[in-house]
């Protein structure tokens, strides 16, 4: 095996669809034997929760392929209706189980169990006043300062 | 196919799933031995090249058969 490798991953997005590039990334190097480290931050800091409550919104997102083709003829306004955001989830839930995607709960620990540094931002912490106790064990808390100890010495470095 | 140690069954698993499992599995299997991982994942044919090629872990074999993909990889 070559030296080891180092990849930094800045996490700043708290939904179901963001919440899997981090993790699938973060696991898939740590057993490529990459030294890794995520940097959880905003909205990120959601997929730091033991019961998470993640979802998946087709509102400003052009690009969602939705059941029934309804990303085609659907009117954009009424995927903002009362029930759409947990409709979707509940369907993109589905055919990720149906399609054998691992939840991110699975993926999660995974990484963990893989010895992927997990950081959470503590001036975000700070700001929402996030009660770190609903966090999972195991999370470490940094400033720019702390992630950028790690990240200045990575070979790769994604901000997602 | 060769003969194998150990097997692991990653059938109906999406990506990066297969990676990890093989990769746990294959930590607890002694070097020189051999792993025979399935998986139905198509992705999984590059995938198991890059992870071979990353981890210093052979890939004996690599081929599809009755619908699934069959991966023979040699503990470094």
Not at chain 1, 1 to 26: C, H, N, V
Not at chain 2, 44 to 58: I, W, Y
Request: aromatic share 10%; glycine share 8%.
């Amino acid at each position: 095996m070559s030296a080891e490798k180092k990849l930094a991953i800045i996490a700043t997005k708290g939904s179901l669809d963001w919440a899997y590039p981090p993790f699938i990334l973060a696991s898939t190097a740590a057993a490529l034997g990459y030294e890794t480290q995520i940097f959880f931050t905003f909205y990120g800091l959601q997929l730091l929760r033991k019961n998470l409550h993640l979802e998946v919104t087709p509102l400003g997102n052009p690009g969602m392929p939705m059941p029934m083709a309804m990303d085609k003829w659907f009117p954009v306004l009424l995927t903002a209706l009362p029930g759409m955001q947990s409709m979707m989830t509940m369907m993109m839930k589905k055919k990720m189980k149906a399609k054998g995607v691992a939840s991110i709960e699975e993926l999660r620990s995974l990484c963990q169990e893989a010895e992927v540094k997990l950081i959470a931002c503590q001036m975000t912490v700070d700001l929402f006043d996030l009660d770190t106790s609903e966090f999972i064990d195991g999370v470490e808390y940094g400033g720019a300062a702390t992630f950028f100890e790690f990240a200045g010495e990575t070979d790769i470095c994604l901000y997602i | 196919m060769a003969d194998y140690d150990q097997e692991l069954d990653a059938s109906g698993l999406n990506c990066p799933l297969p990676i990890l499992r093989a990769k746990k599995t294959l930590s607890g299997m002694e070097s020189g031995k051999i792993l025979h991982v399935i998986a139905t994942d198509p992705g999984s044919v590059k995938d198991f090249e890059a992870f071979a090629k990353q981890t210093g872990n052979a890939l004996m074999e690599s081929k599809e058969q009755g619908g699934k993909f069959h991966f023979l990889i040699k503990k470094a």
